[in-house]
T-cell receptor, first 112, second 117 residues
């Protein structure tokens, strides 16, 4: 399976935008890029996913590089409630790829 | 959005006893439910995948006789930790999915913290 690489931690200030990077240089053409986040002492929650085009939803935006070897999760205005571990996960179409394989993720700290 | 609940949210038990954790999808019928375990400061590890009415599929290294999974309906899956020992102390999290494609979202429960004394 293609792997992802994320920084261990990032820091942001409240109400400022946050750009969380993810490298996936071995991504295949059928791999979807998913982002989940886990708030302290809670189960993960879905954030966003995409294949080739940039995606927006009420939580965040996902910017995907043209060569798809990297992507960036964008939180437009960070709040204290966005402090969490953010996981970038690749899921390939077909087979047993309904599973989510969690890496170490990026721990986002939001300063007031 | 889809809601998944877990019960209990935390449990403390004595070594050698069994503990049952329930996972319910409250407002949708889940084709598949998943059970994860998370040790402190570590990431989630998938333990098993369960489909309603069939036997669970366990990940390599997970003892199926120790971690019994029952998926009796499209809204309920249970994980029983049998003869629990202190090394089984962990954060157990379930998730539910509407389907099995690479775009189907997994909805996670809030987790159950198990402490075995």
């Amino acid at each position: 399976d293609a792997k992802t690489t994320q920084p261990n931690s990032m820091e942001s200030n409240e109400e400022e935008p946050v750009h969380l990077p993810c490298n996936h240089s071995t991504i295949s053409g059928t791999d979807y890029i998913h982002w989940y986040r886990q708030l302290p002492s809670q189960g993960p929650e879905y954030v966003i996913h995409g294949l080739t085009s940039n995606v927006n939803n009420r939580m965040a935006s996902l910017a995907i590089a043209e060569d798809r070897k990297s992507s960036t999760l964008i939180l437009h205005r960070a709040t204290l409630r966005d402090a969490a571990v953010y996981y970038c996960i690749l899921r390939r179409s077909g087979g047993s790829n309904y599973k989510l394989t969690f890496g170490k993720g990026t721990l986002l700290t939001v300063n007031p | 959005g889809a809601v998944v609940s877990q019960h209990p949210s935390w449990v403390i038990c004595k070594s050698g006893t069994s503990v049952k954790i329930e996972c319910r999808s409250l407002d949708f019928q889940a084709t598949t439910m998943f059970w994860y375990r998370q040790f402190p400061k570590q990431s989630l590890m998938l333990m098993a995948t369960s489909n309603e009415g069939s036997k669970a599929t366990y990940e390599q290294g997970v003892e199926k006789d120790k971690f019994l999974i029952n998926h009796a309906s499209l809204t309920l899956s249970t994980l029983t930790v049998t003869s629990a020992h202190p090394e089984d102390s962990s954060f157990y999290i379930c998730s539910a999915s509407l389907g099995l494609t690479s775009t189907d979202t997994q909805y996670f429960g809030p987790g159950t913290r198990l402490t075995v004394l």
